[in-house]
């Protein structure tokens, strides 16, 4: 059968290293220097902000719905939805707590507050990838014809490059 989702499947398969690499951070909270530390959040945050958060978006905007229809449910997606928000919530604490990385000695309260937040990104994020792969995207692919599934990856595309644009501003 023909994944009319490919494409989505291709940039969750993108996106995934950059999953991974908050825990690999969350991880080095407390081994690595102050200064690499902060270049590794930094570099996430980027991430997070303006590649991830504008990809929550586009599905808000443009996949959620399709899914809602394919099932004939409006509420269907409401608990992705959420995990949008708390994705968001996280983000700007990271946001938060990167800007009180200074000096050479890495406080215990922002070392425990910064796993607590790369860590929990970490875990939101590969559970809403698993559930959008498992569930949402094998009922898409029996569902959508080519064209609805056109029409919806450039409504995302749309929505992403509205998303980004806001976001540098």
Do not use: C, N, W
Request: glycine fraction near 4%; hydrophobic fraction near 40%; charge should be negative.
């Amino acid at each position: 059968m023909t994944k009319h989702t490919q494409p989505l499947r291709d940039e969750h398969q993108e996106l995934l290293p950059h999953i991974e690499k908050l825990r690999m951070v969350g991880d080095s909270v407390g081994e690595a220097t102050v200064e690499s530390l902060r270049r590794d959040i930094d570099e996430a945050y980027d991430f997070l902000a303006h590649h991830l958060i504008p990809h929550a978006q586009a599905e808000d905007r443009a996949l959620y719905p399709a899914v809602a229809r394919a099932m004939g449910a409006p509420e269907a997606t409401d608990t992705m939805r959420r995990d949008h928000v708390e994705v968001g919530r996280l983000v700007a604490e990271l946001d938060t707590l990167r800007r009180q990385l200074s000096g050479q000695v890495l406080r215990g309260a922002l070392a425990k507050d910064l796993r607590r937040v790369l860590y929990g990104l970490y875990a939101l994020v590969k559970v809403h990838f698993a559930k959008e792969e498992e569930i949402f995207l094998p009922l898409l692919d029996k569902r959508l014809t080519p064209d609805d599934a056109r029409q919806m990856f450039e409504a995302m595309e749309q929505a992403a490059h509205e998303a980004k644009s806001h976001a540098a501003h």
